[in-house]
């Protein structure tokens, strides 16, 4: 039977890269957590770690078993929240881990509901993209991810349960009224990073052409600076501009292309009460329709076939 106390010995010197470090955020002494990692080989019968020149890297066994402590400490921390928001939700915590856009809209309504039904449960929220957030979940380092979809994403991991919020729409933003994107095949865009900008690509193929980008950034106050001072075009969805919004930019709705945004949590129904309260004071925080963007964005709003 491994022990957990070791196991998170194991996966702060994994995280950290260093027995001095770990000792530290555990609180130990550094012969301490020499002595636990030791007992861990004994136990196991593997070699976990290697010294390299004065520091150590993991042996790929030792990856192994950090990858695991991980995901088993992140459960159990887990069960304790839930174990504690199941006695009532006059106690507990509630973590949520969301993207830029959603923490910014979406997150602040919802723990203004909460904070006034609840004020004993404590909401926490770390702003990262959603295959991060899924991972967090899935580790149990969060309750609640806020996460973004296209139709053609890959889906969730077993044990992901998604509870849709809203579809986002996807506008391109020009400081003028565009006539749709075959008409933008020759224009410069400002896309997020590599990773981000697969829909992006997506609809622009759809649309007959490949975008000459010539900007990078996942920061939609960067994308609008840029696109306002008439350096660039760029999509942004709703959500975005309903958080900033720059006067003067013009927001042109693609038609058929939206984001599903989804609160997702991990494991069978039903959900602990904290994090039902989570995802219906999420579910409130949802814009009408007639209010998904400002009045300065809506005012130079127009829906054209892409």
């Known amino acids: 039977m491994l022990d957990v106390n070791r196991l998170r010995v194991l996966d702060a010197v994994a995280r950290h890269g260093s027995v001095t470090v770990a000792a530290k955020e555990l609180h130990y002494t550094q ?45 159990i921390d887990a069960a304790s929240a839930e174990l504690s928001a199941h006695v009532g939700l006059t106690a507990g915590r509630v973590r949520c881990a969301g993207f830029a856009s959603a923490i910014s809209s979406l997150m602040p309504a919802a723990v203004a509901v909460l904070a006034a039904r609840h004020p004993n449960l404590e909401i926490s929220l770390t702003d990262t993209h959603p295959p991060e957030a899924i991972e967090l979940l899935r580790t149990g380092k969060v309750e609640v991810a806020v996460i973004f979809r296209y139709d053609e994403t890959e889906p969730e991991p077993a044990g992901v349960r998604l509870h849709h919020l809203l579809d986002d729409s996807v506008y391109v933003l020009s400081t003028r009224r565009e006539r749709g994107l ?63 919004h720059i006067e003067g930019i013009v927001a042109t709705e693609l038609p058929d292309s939206k984001r599903h ?16 309260a989570v995802l219906a004071a999420l579910a409130e925080a949802v814009p009408s329709s007639g209010q998904n963007l400002p009045r300065s964005a809506a005012r130079g709003m127009q829906s054209v076939r892409a």
């Open 31 to 75: 012969p301490s957590v020499t002595h636990h990692l030791a007992r861990l080989e004994a136990e196991t019968g593997a070699q976990l770690l290697q010294r390299v020149g004065r520091g150590i890297r993991l042996t790929p066994a030792g990856q192994l078993l950090a990858d695991r402590a991980a995901e088993i400490i992140g459960r």
């Open 261 to 276: 945004i989804y609160a997702a949590t991990y494991g069978e129904p039903p959900d602990p009460p904290a994090t039902a």
């Open 182 to 244: 075959p008409a933008l095949r020759d224009a410069t865009w400002i896309a997020g990073c590599e990773r981000c900008r697969s829909h992006l690509l997506s609809v622009c193929a759809e649309a007959g052409f490949d975008p000459r980008i010539g900007y990078s950034s996942d920061d939609m106050v960067v994308m609008q600076a840029l696109v306002s001072a008439g350096l660039g075009v760029a999509t942004q969805s709703g959500l975005a501009l309903r958080a900033h």
